[in-house]
C-alpha cells in the first residue's frame, strides 16, 4: 500500500488517458491558468465519470504569461528581442511593464531563459538574451524582487468560486505571500475546498510559519521559488518547507520537474529518480506531476514511474517523526508506538473532523492508516494525506463500540485472522477534534 500519494495534472495529453491514469493517480489537478469555464467543465466531469480520484483546483495568482504565439520563437545568446502587446514575444499583463526596470533580468520558464532588459517604455521593452530557449505560448514569466501587493487578484477570486461551483476538494493558491492571502480565500471558502498555499516568492518563505499555521496544507512550488531565492538555496529551503509543514500537521506537495526529462523520453534520468527519494525520505505527503501528464509525450509512464520509485523507497526508508505539540498529540504518538511495539497491521482511526488522522498521519507510522469517518467531503480531502486509506462510515457510530465493531469490519478486507489491529481517534460522546482514545484488538473469525 504506497504511502506517498501521487497527484497528476491533467491536460490535452492525458484528458482521454483519465481511466488508465487512476489505477495510480490519488488526486488529480486542473490548472485553472489555462482553458475558460466549459473546458474546466470538461475536465471535472471527466474525473468524476472515470474516477474516484479528488480534484485540485490551481488558481493563477498573479502570474505574468507570455501571450499566444503561433509556433515558438527560438531565442540565442546576444540576440535582441522586444516585449510588446503588438510584436516580439507578446505580453499584455500591465505589471509587466510596471515591474520591470532597466538593467534588470526577464526570466522565462522557470529561469531557463535569461534576458538582461536594456530599455523600457509605456508598453514595450527591449533586452539582449544571456541564456536561450526556446518561448512558446503561455509561458510564466518572473522578474525577481517585483513588488505585488497580495497573491490573490480579482481573476483568483472568480476563478475561486468557479471551482467551488465544480466542488473542488483543493485549492491551490499560486505566489501566496503572506497568512493574510490564505486567510481570505478560506474566508470565502468556508471549509469547501481545503486552501494549499503554494511556497514560490521570498515573502512566503519570510512568513513561512505563520502561513503554515492558517494554511490547510502547502505545496513546495519550486519553479517559480528557486527562481526567487536562487538555485542554490532551494534545497535547504524545501527541507525548511517539509520539516515545518509535518510540524504542524499539514500536508505538504512536492512539485515541478519532478520527471520532466519523461515529457519526451520514456524513461528518467537517474538524478530524478533519486530527487523523488530523497523526497519521500524526508516524508513528503504527495508529489505532483505538471507537464509530464498535461502535456508530455508519456502521462501514463510517468504516473506508473512515480508509483515505482515511491513503492521500492518507502521499504527501505523510515521518515523522521516530529515531536507532539499537544496532548491530543501524545495520545496519537501512543497509538503509533502500541501498533509497532504489537506489530500490528492497521491503525484505525475516526475522527468527525478529520484531526485525529491528521495527527496519526503527521507521525508517519509503519503500519497503513484506515481513516473512518462520516464526512464525505472530509473523506475526499483526506486522500492527500501520508499513508491515509480513507473510508466513509456508512451508518451513524455514536458509541466507542459502535466504532470498533465498524473498524473490525473494515479492516476484515486487509488483514487476518487474529492479527492486531489498533483504533483510535475521538470519542464520538465528546467533544469534536480530539483524540482520546486508543484500543488494541486482535481481529476475531
Known amino acids: 500500500m504506497r504511502k506517498t500519494k501521487i497527484i497528476a495534472t491533467l491536460g490535452p495529453s492525458s ?31 471527466k474525473i468524476k465519470e472515470y474516477s474516484d480520484a479528488s480534484i485540485l483546483v490551481d488558481l493563477p495568482g498573479p502570474k505574468i504569461r507570455v501571450g499566444d504565439i503561433k509556433g515558438k520563437i527560438v531565442l540565442k545568446p546576444g540576440d535582441k528581442v522586444v516585449f510588446s502587446p503588438y510584436e516580439g514575444i507578446p505580453v499584455e499583463d500591465p505589471l509587466f511593464y510596471s515591474g520591470v526596470k532597466e538593467n534588470s533580468y526577464v526570466l522565462i520558464a522557470d529561469g531557463s531563459i535569461k534576458i538582461n532588459v536594456t530599455k523600457v517604455e509605456k508598453d514595450r521593452v527591449e533586452g539582449v538574451v544571456i541564456e536561450g530557449g526556446t518561448v512558446t505560448s503561455r509561458k510564466g514569466i518572473n522578474i525577481p524582487d517585483i513588488k505585488i501587493p497580495s497573491g490573490v487578484t480579482d481573476n483568483d477570486l472568480q476563478l475561486l468560486k468557479e471551482a467551488l461551483d465544480l466542488e473542488a476538494d483543493f485549492i491551490g493558491l499560486s505566489f501566496v505571500l503572506s ?4 486567510l481570505k480565500v478560506k474566508s470565502i471558502s468556508k471549509d469547501r475546498a481545503w486552501i494549499i498555499a503554494k511556497i514560490e516568492k521570498k ?3 519570510e512568513n513561512l510559519k505563520d502561513i503554515i499555521k ?7 512550488a519550486r519553479g517559480d521559488l528557486g527562481v526567487e531565492i536562487g538555485l542554490e538555496n532551494l534545497p535547504f529551503t524545501q527541507k525548511k518547507i517539509i520539516r515545518l509543514s ?4 499539514k500536508p505538504v506537495i512536492l512539485a515541478t520537474q519532478v520527471l520532466e526529462s519523461m515529457v519526451n523520453n520514456p524513461i528518467p534520468t537517474r538524478a530524478e529518480v533519486i530527487d523523488i527519494s530523497n523526497s519521500v525520505s524526508e516524508g513528503v505527503d504527495a508529489i505532483m506531476l505538471s507537464d509530464e501528464t498535461a502535456a ?14 515511491i513503492l521500492a523507497v518507502e521499504k527501505r526508508v523510515k521518515t523522521v517523526r516530529p515531536p507532539p505539540l499537544t496532548g491530543d498529540d501524545a495520545i496519537a504518538v501512543a497509538s503509533v508506538n502500541v501498533a509497532e511495539i ?15 488522522i491528521i495527527r496519526i498521519s503527521r507521525l508517519r507510522p509503519k503500519v497503513p492508516i484506515i481513516g473512518l469517518s462520516p464526512n464525505k467531503e472530509l473523506i475526499r480531502k483526506l486522500k492527500i494525506c501520508w499513508g491515509v486509506y480513507p473510508f466513509l462510515t456508512e451508518k451513524s457510530l455514536i458509541t466507542l463500540n459502535d466504532i470498533i465493531v465498524y473498524a473490525e469490519e473494515i479492516s476484515k478486507k486487509f488483514v487476518k485472522c487474529n492479527d ?26
Open 15 to 45: 484528458i482521454d488517458k483519465v481511466k488508465e491514469l487512476s489505477q495510480y493517480v490519488d488526486i488529480f489537478r486542473i490548472n485553472f491558468a489555462h482553458g475558460a469555464t466549459e473546458s474546466h467543465k470538461e475536465y471535472f466531469e
Open 179 to 182: 497568512k493574510d492571502d490564505v
Open 203 to 205: 515573502n512566503a518563505v
Open 214 to 220: 492558517v494554511a490547510d496544507g502547502v505545496m513546495v
Open 246 to 249: 509535518k510540524l504542524y500537521g
Open 296 to 309: 508530455g509525450n508519456y502521462p501514463v509512464e510517468a504516473v506508473k514511474t512515480l508509483h515505482d520509485i
Open 342 to 356: 504489537s506489530k500490528a497491521r492497521l491503525l484505525v482511526v475516526h475522527s468527525r473532523s478529520g484531526t485525529s
Open 420 to 445: 492486531n489491529i489498533v483504533i483510535t481517534g475521538g470519542d464520538p460522546t465528546l467533544e469534536e477534534g480530539r483524540t482520546d482514545f486508543i484500543k488494541l484488538h486482535q481481529i476475531v473469525c
